[in-house]
């Protein structure tokens, strides 16, 4: 059973920075790709940054040049560091997980809320 335990969502003004991470717990010999992804009210989770066990990563164009995806190996930890952040950016992000045996998990999510 793996787990992950995400962290750092909260209330920021625009303009603002968080830090969220994203822990992964349990019987896990190789993450191949980590990953976030956020949902606001009446809209589809969508990608937001993704990062692969290369270090290749990829974003929403709505959020490049602001945000940057990060991963720890031996902590098994990803992290994103969301900067100059906006009204529109209010959404739960949720952190996903391949492992390299190919099974998916997903966290519970973390509210990020931007007042303007």
């Known amino acids: 059973q793996v787990q992950l335990v995400e962290s750092g969502g909260g209330l920021v003004q625009a303009g603002g920075s968080l830090r969220l991470s994203c822990a992964a717990t349990g019987i896990i010999f190789s993450i191949n790709t980590m990953a976030w992804y956020r949902q606001a009210p009446g809209k589809q989770r969508e990608l937001v940054a993704r990062?692969?066990?290369?270090?290749?990563?990829n974003y929403a164009d709505s959020v490049k040049g602001r945000f940057t995806i990060s991963r720890d190996n031996a902590k098994k930890t990803a992290f994103l560091q969301m900067n100059s952040l906006k009204p529109e950016d209010s959404a739960v992000y949720y952190c996903?997980?391949?492992?390299?045996?190919?099974?998916?998990?997903w966290g519970q999510g973390t509210q990020v809320t931007v007042s303007s």
């Open positions: 990062i692969t066990s290369g270090a290749s990563t």
């Open positions: 996903y997980v391949l492992t390299g045996s190919w099974s998916s998990w």
